[in-house]
């Protein structure tokens, strides 16, 4: 016979007990079958400037340089999966950069570009992880980009402009409590404008911090952590797999995403994570194919830590998705009835180095020796991709570095590495749209409970609302009812190019 408590099961009181006491209300936890409907945890899982077409590349990568299938192949064909998409536009353009976009999930709320959380009236709004806190929900941001940059931060921070790094650091402080990527410099009194020692605040308010990968693996399972492995952003993952030193030292996103895990699921209060693989658009921005493709498996490791995080936590909801898309790269067709197209693509797998530290080198050898010939920069790029260019093609690279005009119709185009992702191109049969953000609706899958909510086309700003509906929460911040967006104000320091 049952042991029941007021109509319900023994079990099913013990649950709502549990429940109540974590700060989750009622409603967010039984159904009116007595059955838990909606998630403890959440984990939100993006692959930052994903155009729609790179899944569909990665998947063959995978197969190609490890052998084995991706998770997102694995889950893009479960029929148990929900599929979507967002409408990531911004306040004032259809075009939205990463600060508008964390923004309209983070408040609810569209915003202008390169602003986080804020209205061009200077009315505050409210993030998403300073509210969750308040309702007893703990919170955690990974992310291989600067902590403070734009996705991170506009789940937090709420200041006039994406580029106040400095300003953006304390938000952070007793608001999320598992802190994981790049970006020491704004956290570290020695680098900082105004000399204030963050990460001592941090330490002293219980944190426990960690700056490299053997200090964050013993630290696994700390509820409160720290965790800032380089001054800017993680390198990108094919230059970290090149590098001993970098593979000892600098945890890997799926590492990051584990250790993250373990400590916010430790008290069982319900946890709301963001996993952020940043450099996938800073790849795009690069036309930088065999970077993009070895970001995307990065993340899909990491998302293979969430989805068995998720099997053995069933009220684990896990959602998909990216901000914007970039670049828009695919694989054109080559050779007779486009059967040489595989071939073409096989030759990524060669690349050994990204694009970035490839006109790293260049500009390092140009400002050491004055002069580039055509034959220094074949043999590097050649280094670099296992693909040898002609001296035509290396001399319009030399001109790019030199800050030359070139012959190029389109505007986005002229620049070095929109010209080195052509030239490289006709070799790998990858084609880019520019080297910028797209208005593309963005993919989105959701598994666990709660799914439903994430089904179909959405509005940004519905991701705020409906994570809020799941934890029970009844929150909303105001509209905008001012005038049209203005001028933004001025950024400090040099700006972020990455978008």
Not at 134 to 152: F, K, N, Q, Y
Request: aromatic share 8%; proline share 5%; with cysteine.
């Amino acid at each position: 016979m049952k042991n029941e408590i007021h109509g319900l099961t023994r079990r099913d009181a013990l649950k709502l007990s549990a429940g109540l006491a974590s700060g989750l209300s009622l409603g967010s936890l039984m159904g009116c079958s007595g059955k838990k409907t909606q998630p403890r945890n959440i984990i939100f899982l993006v692959t930052d400037g994903m155009s729609a077409g790179v899944p569909s590349l990665a998947e063959p990568f995978s197969q190609l340089v490890r052998g084995k299938e991706t998770i997102w192949h694995q889950l893009s064909t479960n029929p148990k999966v929900t599929h979507g998409l967002f409408d990531m536009a911004s306040m004032d353009t259809l075009v939205t950069d990463s600060a508008a976009a964390a923004s309209a999930w983070g408040s609810g709320q569209r915003v202008p570009n390169r602003v986080l959380n804020q209205y061009p009236d200077g009315v505050i709004l409210k993030p998403l992880c300073p509210l969750l806190k308040e309702h007893g929900i703990l919170t955690g941001l990974v992310t291989t980009s600067r902590m403070t940059h734009a996705t991170p931060a506009g789940l937090c921070a709420s200041v006039p402009h994406r580029d106040y790094e400095d300003e953006i650091a304390p938000f952070y402080l007793n608001k999320v409590d598992v802190l994981l990527g790049g970006g020491s410099l704004h956290f570290d009194k020695d680098y900082r404008n105004d000399g204030r020692d963050l990460s001592g605040e941090f330490s002293e308010a219980g944190y426990t911090l960690v700056s490299t990968r053997q200090e964050l693996l013993q630290a696994s399972g700390r509820t409160k952590m720290l965790g800032l492995f380089f001054p800017d952003h993680l390198p990108y993952t094919i230059d970290h797999n090149q590098s001993k030193l970098m593979l000892e030292s600098i945890p890997t996103l799926a590492e990051m995403t584990k250790v993250a895990l373990a400590g916010l699921s430790k008290n069982g209060r319900g946890f709301f994570l963001m996993v952020e693989a940043a450099r996938v658009d800073h790849a795009a921005h690069a036309n930088d194919g065999a970077g993009l493709l070895w970001e995307q498996l990065a993340f899909d490791d990491a998302l293979a830590e969430a989805r068995s995080f998720q099997q053995n936590n069933p009220d684990t909801l896990l959602v998909i998705s990216s901000d914007h898309g970039n670049a828009n790269p695919g694989l054109n067709g080559t050779g007779p009835a486009y059967t040489e197209s595989t071939g073409f693509f096989d030759r990524l797998a060669e690349s050994k180095a990204s694009y970035v530290k490839i006109k790293q080198d260049l500009d390092t050898l140009l400002r050491t020796t004055k002069k580039l010939d055509a034959s220094q920069v074949i043999k590097k790029i050649q280094t670099a991709t296992g693909l040898v260019m002609n001296n035509a093609e290396a001399e319009v690279l030399i001109a790019t570095l030199m800050g030359k005009e070139i012959p190029e119709m389109a505007n986005q185009q002229k620049n070095f590495f929109a010209q080195l992702g052509q030239i490289l191109g006709n070799w790998t049969g990858l084609g880019w749209t520019g080297v910028t953000h797209t208005a593309d609706w963005t993919l989105r899958m959701a598994l666990g409970p709660g799914q439903e909510e994430f089904s179909g086309l959405l509005k940004n700003t519905d991701f705020f609302d409906r994570t809020l509906k799941l934890y029970g929460i009844n929150f909303k911040n105001p509209d905008y009812v001012g005038k049209a967006p203005g001028a933004l104000p001025e950024a400090r320091g040099k700006a972020d190019p990455t978008g």
